[in-house]
């Protein structure tokens, strides 16, 4: 079995510089490191973490808390974080809450006696939960913001603004809202955007819900839109594509009797018919930015403020002017 004592003879310094290289790579030069590293990788040298541990205080792990892996949001962003601890030479712990805060706060609890910090995307529980979890372990929180809590958002207000002005420039004076499920912070902070937006443009909001963000519920709200609505804005992917179907059962057709447009580009919208109009979420840089920002905080180096991370509007043939039906 190779040692560190080996990956120190092989790097020519002494097994203390060697191991400050691999845990603790901020107290040695960059050439002494990299030297390090090298031998390291030629005598494939797997460090014990558990000694790592003991010696640094950190263990290289890092949690995970979604809400649940169904929904096609989460993929990318779990994907992104995982490349982000790759870089940083740590492992990731996935638990999944089942957006439920009792399991959530055990699930920290469990978490930050293992891990290093923890991620908490889209959390349920109340700040004051949030904050208790904060004060025994570093925290990021992802698409949530909780008082002076560091935070990596989906700027959900710019988002919503953005869909807006798209369906009122078009024309459109009598929008719908389809939206999320219960205590969400996000589908809050678009609630409150759109209403603004739409109400300084004159035009009238009807909001259906809240609702659970499935195939299903869209297909129910495709019933319960209100006749005078020209464009319907929709929450998620699942929401839309159940809304489609909902509408094309009932025999009125998209963009003619009614446009559609996404709260996120998670699905295949370009291949829907028609192409849906949909914000696209940097949802994997969110996952990589918050493990980044994790790592600092457990190096004592990163700032405690939020990162808002901008979406970007895909015009597809879904939405179009008022008055084609």
């Not at 002076?148 to 798209?166: N, S």
């Not at 057709?253 to 829907?272: I, K, N, W, Y």
């Amino acid at each position: 079995m190779v040692t560190l004592a080996d990956v120190a003879r092989v790097a020519g310094v002494s097994k203390a510089t060697a191991s400050r290289a691999l845990t603790r790579p901020e107290m040695v030069t960059d050439a002494t490191r990299e030297r390090v590293r090298d031998a390291a990788a030629s005598l494939g040298f797997q460090p014990n973490r558990s000694a790592r541990a003991l010696t640094t205080g950190r263990t290289g792990l890092i949690g995970l808390i979604v809400p649940t892996l169904a929904n096609p949001f989460f993929s990318p962003l779990v994907l992104g974080a995982q490349r982000a601890a790759e870089e940083a030479d740590a492992h990731l712990l996935i638990s999944v809450s089942e957006a439920d805060a009792d399991r959530e706060a055990a699930l920290a609890a469990r978490l930050g006696e293992q891990a290093d910090g923890v991620v908490m995307v889209a959390p349920v529980g109340t700040d004051a939960a949030l904050r208790e979890h904060a004060r025994h372990r570093p925290l990021i929180l992802v698409d949530r913001r909780a008082g002076r809590l560091p935070a990596v958002v989906l700027d959900a207000e710019e988002g919503a603004t953005r869909l807006a002005d798209h369906l009122l420039e078009l024309g459109h004076r009598d929008l719908a809202y389809v939206s999320g499920p219960p205590g969400s912070w996000s589908d809050t902070h678009r609630r409150a955007a759109l209403a603004e937006r739409t109400a300084a443009a004159g035009a009238r909001l009807h909001v259906l819900g809240p609702l659970p963000p499935t195939f299903d519920a869209g297909i129910a709200a495709a019933a319960e839109l209100p006749g005078d609505a020209t464009a319907v804005l929709v929450y998620n992917s699942y929401l839309t594509l159940g809304l489609l179907h909902g509408l094309r059962a009932a025999g009125r057709r998209v963009p003619d009797d009614l446009s559609v447009a996404a709260g996120d580009d998670l699905t295949a919208f370009t291949a829907t018919d028609p192409p849906v109009t949909a914000l696209a979420l940097p949802v994997a840089e969110a996952g990589a930015t918050a493990v980044r920002r994790l790592v600092e905080l457990c190096a004592g180096t990163g700032p405690r403020t939020t990162t808002r991370l901008a979406p970007r509007l895909e015009v597809r043939a879904s939405t179009a002017p008022p008055g084609r039906r």
